[in-house]
């Protein structure tokens, strides 16, 4: 079931210490509107949510969920795990997330979304990074179903950028098609977002590392009003 739309004020900041990641950043969301491109560490940037690259269990033993894990203490793992338990019985699909409370002032909620299965997975040839990134944002979309204004704020890192081995330009573009899923459609549910986006770019592998593919939300079945 799809629902319509809720326009809220998000303000996303894209930042990375991989001066690639920034680059191919500025160059795949140019002509977009309401984001900030910087270069620095995402434990330095002051908004409502963190969104960590994550694995399909929640262990945060690498890459920028180890970061976050030593920031914010080891019950952060502890909260994603047990959201992971309740709502995907243990195992989160590549396509979904999960958004805890922090338990810190800054930020206010931690936002995980899977690019791999396992810990340490290349995921260069997947389309990993397009479903992580929507999914992330489709979270942003639930919270504020549940507490509207709660997320008005979000940073992310280059997402499978580091341990996935995306390389920057293809984890660029692939972010930004996930971003523009977000403003163009809100989905009731992972399993929707998962199947749009896939059947959509089922056959990116043959399009130049340059090209970004915006997706077509589907046909809208049921309206909430």
Avoid at 122 to 141: D, G, K, P, R, Y
Avoid at 143 to 158: D, E, M, Y
Avoid at 161 to 181: D, E, H, I, S
Wanted: aromatic residues 6%; glycine residues 8%.
């Amino acid at each position: 079931m799809t629902v319509d739309r809720v326009v809220l004020p998000l303000e996303v900041v894209l930042t990375d210490l991989n001066s690639a990641v920034v680059e191919a950043w500025r160059a795949a969301f140019a002509d977009t509107p309401g984001i900030e491109i910087r270069s620095g560490s995402i434990l330095t940037e002051e908004v409502d949510a963190w969104v960590s690259p994550t694995n399909s269990k929640g262990r945060m033993d690498g890459g920028v969920d180890a970061v976050i894990k030593r920031h914010l203490g080891a019950g952060i793992q502890l909260r994603v795990q047990k959201a992971i338990r309740d709502k995907f019985a243990g195992t989160l699909p590549v396509g979904s997330a999960v958004c805890v409370p922090s338990g810190a002032v800054n930020p206010k909620f931690l936002i995980s979304a899977p690019t791999m299965a396992t810990s340490s997975q290349n995921v260069s040839e997947t389309l990993n990074v397009a479903l992580a990134c929507a999914a992330a944002f489709q979270a942003i979309h639930q919270q504020n179903r549940a507490k509207p204004g709660s997320i008005r704020s979000v940073a992310l890192v280059g997402m499978g950028a580091q341990t996935g081995k995306v390389p920057a330009r293809v984890c660029a573009n692939l972010m930004w098609t996930g971003y523009t899923l977000f403003n163009d459609f809100d989905f009731e549910d992972y399993d929707e977002l998962r199947g749009t986006i896939t059947a959509q770019l089922n056959d990116i592998e043959s399009a130049p590392v340059e090209q970004r593919v915006r997706i077509a939300p589907p046909a809208r079945r049921t309206a909430r009003r």
